[in-house]
């Protein structure tokens, strides 16, 4: 059975969110199922027609009660994102031609916002500008002048903090927290690196990772 690869039209499609879709790896369910999160879900994960998956997956941003519930019903479909659900979610809530997911309630929850910040970037300025909050609670920005790598407006660090509690690893999940924190009291990069901790506080705790 041949793979249909839509990394560069689903790219261009929804402002820069990759997703790799895989023929091979949708499965039908045996019933439908009566959960209109699920229901909204297996439906962008079965659809062919890029524009359609997108649309379907707004659907299902809106209608999933919580992240947790969203991640669930993707967990039933796994290969169809390339990313995990957490950084789907965030990308499509910092996506301004997405108004009405960038007012879903989804982009409320903290580890939402861990990884957009404080707000969306604006139209007319700069997209890699990240406002995050420190471990005593101010709002620290962030830009690519300060020498941090970003990945389409999000900082790596904290992209690479997503993906370590989307794959549960723990372990590494603390070790990197620690790190932050430590490089939280040195002079130069303590703000960057307590913004960076805080997050990787809030999406441990999401996920089930003891810190």
Request: charged share 20%.
């Amino acid at each position: 059975m041949q793979s249909f690869s839509i990394a560069r039209r689903w790219s261009f499609a929804v402002a820069a969110l990759v997703l790799t879709v895989s023929a091979c790896t949708a499965e039908t369910p045996s019933a439908a199922p009566t959960d209109p999160c699920q229901r909204r879900v297996d439906a962008a994960a079965l659809a062919i027609d890029i524009d359609e998956t997108v649309e379907l997956l707004d659907i299902a941003m809106e209608i999933c009660d919580s992240l947790t519930k969203f991640e669930t019903a993707f967990a039933q479909h796994p290969g169809v994102l390339g990313y995990s659900p957490l950084e789907v979610v965030a990308r499509r809530c910092r996506t301004h031609s997405a108004q009405r997911t960038s007012n879903a309630p989804l982009c409320e929850e903290a580890p939402v916002i861990a990884l957009t910040g404080l707000q969306p970037p604006d139209d007319n300025g700069d997209p890699a500008v990240f406002t995050g909050i420190a471990l005593d609670g101010r709002a620290i920005d962030i830009t690519e002048d300060s020498g941090i790598e970003f990945d389409r407006g999000i900082p790596a660090d904290l992209i690479t903090i997503a993906n370590l509690a989307a794959s549960r690893d723990c372990e590494t999940l603390v070790e990197s927290a620690e790190i932050w924190r430590v490089l939280a009291s040195t002079e130069g990069e303590g703000d960057t690196a307590s913004t960076f901790a805080h997050a990787a506080d809030v999406i441990a705790d999401h996920v089930g990772c003891n810190l």
